[in-house]
């Protein structure tokens, strides 16, 4: 019982912390070299309602724009049954039991909730998924794309001003700045894609063009071409929720346009902020570990990772053992 | 960048006029032209202001000269050039220009030649003989003892793995302080004596890289370097955010915490530290700590604080001044001071996407190709990989009289 109790402290700790920095807050603004008093955020800037601040997806559509069921892992292989809804864990994500595992959603695609792909564009689609881990550019630590950057299970910053809004994404240190005054396109094809926006009463409307065709929209192999265009429609539902709705027009790769939509929520804690999350470090084990002198990870076959699951569970933590206190006795 | 050099001098005057629509006070004459010339004026004769009412450090900026972090010791306390020490510096440094200095054709250093004039910028010769204002011999105060220990440390061991290649054979300045040895150092089998930052004759594996080769690049403070140095400010009432544009695909964003709240516990360490900035006057003070132990300014790691004062000294000008501090690495605080120029909004010349991490091809590069040369070394096909110097570039940036 050793791991639950430990287990139990780290919660005690992690509440003092979050008490004292509460405390904190008040003895700097008494006792510190007096900052000016934080100005509270106004609800327009420039006469546009004010969508800055700390914003987050709380949704599975990185998982899958598309309604899905919840399935046993994000790899997979088949169990002893033939059937694809009996697939059971796969070696990349083993040893991670429930936390490997992807949860359902009713999916964030409007309408008939059918991504209209071209009948080619579909089987591109399906080969991707069958080789997620090898295709999608999330796992590779690669820049996002928009809209994705937007739904991705991290945090992202608005910081809007009369001319400029700056978007700042948590994933990979990303940003883009939606040009609300004249500005020339970019010189090259792009990831995060050139966002000019205009307001159409209190909606933030966006246009996002000069895509290059390499990112995805989530982690089901949803692609794109080059030919993306994105219309973005940012309006405020309440003062912490944006409702956020894109149309989507590809022509080399849908035979119509179509939207997904979804509420973005404030992070409203007092104590918010970006932290980094630069992936590209904690990839490299993942993207070059097999070209060490010294493999780290048992073992690399070439560019192949043959992943040999070792899980030993140490006395205490056998699964009986949670039962009852005692158990482990 | 020459190119970009001379484009911005143009939208420096565009840049002026819309400025000039919603400054709050009419600015005079002198302030109005002439950027360079509004060097020695800290205090502004007008104040920008954004619509909310703070001031208004937006925009894309740069420094369009060149001034040598450090002053060359020939000018002692002589804190600007005579224009007449410009006037010869600038005809030197453009001789330079169009020169495509490369070590012998053929050779393991020839690549270095990659870095020509084409692609590593030139500007004209600030107004400033160093960076560095503080203390006043323009020159970054002597290490602690303990830091001049660890630098001695990290210098002995990338020398060692230099000491069998024709670098130290033909006593390449890369190679000072070193001597050739035909026999490979036995420390290749050895870890770098702290977390490694900067460039080695070695690729074990990726932390064997710089940080730069990683995409992890150093960060702050962030002066510039001859690949350009971009920054766009936005803001909103209460928030600020700075992203960065340092050429060759990397970049990064800060968004500066303005809430009045404490730095992060001491436990949350990044790459580009803590930011807590607050309002003093018209000057934006950002304080910057929590650092993380990868990161290397000048042998400074996770106790290197900043105090940056951001400060908009005209409708085309701000100043930046920091105050960088380390107890455990420099006997004395110092500060650096910058002026940048405004950049056109409408012609947007920052490149605000890297994308480092998708093309790096040279760092699984440099990997293989060590791979290769010991499997080959190994079958008596090639040479011991430990007597080529994969580490050593940039031959020739010497040259710069600014330098």
């Known amino acids: 019982m050793r791991g639950r109790f430990s287990r139990s402290m780290t919660t005690v700790a992690i509440a003092a912390a979050a008490v004292s920095a509460l405390t904190s807050v008040s003895i700097t603004r008494t006792s510190g070299q007096a900052p000016a008093a934080p100005a509270a955020r106004p609800a327009r800037v420039g006469g546009k309602p004010n969508f800055s601040g700390i914003w987050q997806a709380n949704n599975e559509a990185n998982w899958d724009l598309q309604a899905h069921a919840a399935l046993p892992a994000a790899v997979t292989q088949p169990g ?19 936390a490997a595992a992807v949860p359902g959603s009713l999916g964030v695609v409007q309408g008939d909730g059918q991504i209209p792909y071209k009948p080619e564009a579909l089987l591109i689609k399906k080969e991707n998924a069958e080789h997620w881990i090898d295709r999608d550019p999330e796992l590779k630590c690669y820049l996002p794309g928009i809209p994705r950057a937007m739904y991705m299970p991290y945090p992202f910053q608005i910081t809007q001003s009369t001319d400029k809004i700056h978007m700042a994404y ?25 966002s000019v926006g205009r307001w159409d009463g209190d909606t933030l409307v966006v246009d996002v063009t000069n895509f290059n065709d390499r990112s995805w929209f989530d982690r089901a192999g949803n692609f794109h071409s080059d030919a993306l265009h ?13 409702r956020y709705e894109v149309t989507m027009e590809d022509p080399k790769v849908f035979t119509r346009p179509w939207r997904i939509a979804m509420p973005l929520y404030r992070r409203v804690e007092p104590n918010m902020q970006l932290l980094e999350f630069r992936c590209n470090e904690f990839v490299e084990e993942f993207m070059y570990g097999g070209l060490r002198k010294k493999q780290l990870v048992k073992h690399w076959e070439g560019d ?26 | 960048m020459r190119d970009r050099f001379s484009r911005s001098l143009i939208t420096v005057a565009i840049a002026a006029a819309a400025v000039g629509a919603i400054l709050s006070v009419p600015i005079t004459r002198t302030s109005a032209q002439a950027p360079a010339a509004s060097l020695k004026a800290s205090a502004p004769t007008a104040v920008l202001k954004t619509p909310w009412g703070e001031p208004d450090l937006q925009g894309i900026w740069t420094d369009e000269s060149d001034t040598p972090l450090q002053r060359s010791p020939k000018y002692a306390n002589q804190e600007f050039f005579t224009e007449a020490q410009r006037a010869e510096l600038d005809k030197e440094r453009a001789a330079l220009l169009g020169r495509d200095r490369r070590v012998d054709r053929g050779t393991e250093l020839d690549v270095a030649g990659a870095y020509n004039a084409q692609f590593m ?70 870890l770098p004596p702290r977390y490694n930052t900067a460039r080695m004759n070695r690729r074990d594996g990726p932390e064997d890289g710089a940080l730069p080769d990683r995409c992890l690049t150093g960060g702050l403070p962030e002066f510039g370097g001859a690949t350009g140095s971009f920054r766009r400010i936005v803001q909103t009432p209460g928030g600020i955010s700075i992203f960065y544009d340092v050429g060759q695909g990397q970049g990064w964003q800060r968004n500066i915490v303005m809430n009045g709240s404490p730095h992060l516990p001491a436990r949350i360490r990044q790459w580009y530290g803590d930011a807590r900035g607050h309002w003093e006057g018209n000057t934006l003070v950002i304080d910057v700590t929590n650092f993380s132990p990868k990161t290397d300014y000048q042998g400074s790691r996770e106790n290197l604080h900043l105090v940056e004062r951001w400060t908009r000294t005209g409708p085309n000008t701000l100043e930046y001044v920091v105050t960088i501090e380390d107890p455990t690495v420099w006997t004395r605080p110092w500060t650096v001071k910058q002026e940048f120029t405004k950049q056109s909004d409408e012609e947007n010349r920052i490149y605000y996407e890297p994308r480092c991490i998708e093309g790096n091809y040279a760092s699984p590069g440099l990997m293989r190709g060590q791979r290769m040369a010991e499997a080959a070394f190994a079958k008596g096909e090639g040479p011991d990989p430990a007597i080529s110097d994969n580490a050593t570039d940039f031959v020739g940036v010497e040259e710069d009289p600014l330098q």
């Open chain 1, 80 to 98: 002893i049954y033939p059937y694809d809804y009996a697939r059971v864990p796969a070696a990349p994500v083993l040893a991670l039991g429930a």
């Open chain 1, 170 to 194: 948590e994933f990979s240190n990303t940003a883009r700045t939606i040009h609300l005054d004249k500005v020339a396109g970019p010189p090259d094809d792009t990831w995060m894609g050139h």
């Open chain 1, 230 to 242: 994105l219309v973005e429609r940012f309006s405020l539902m309440s003062p912490d929720i944006i």
């Open chain 1, 304 to 329: 192949t990772i043959a992943v040999d699951i070792t899980r030993k569970v140490p006395a205490g933590d056998k699964f009986y053992e949670w039962y009852g206190g005692d158990g482990g006795k």
């Open chain 2, 121 to 190: 910028s030139v500007k004209h010769t600030g107004a400033r003989t160093s960076l560095i204002v503080d203390p006043p011999n323009g020159r970054i105060p002597p290490l602690t003892p303990e830091a001049q220990k660890t630098a001695a440390t990290e210098r002995e061991f990338r020398l060692a793995l230099l000491q069998s290649t024709e670098t130290c054979k033909k006593k390449s300045i890369a190679c000072n302080g070193g001597k050739y040895d035909a026999t490979p150092s036995p420390r290749f089998a050895e």
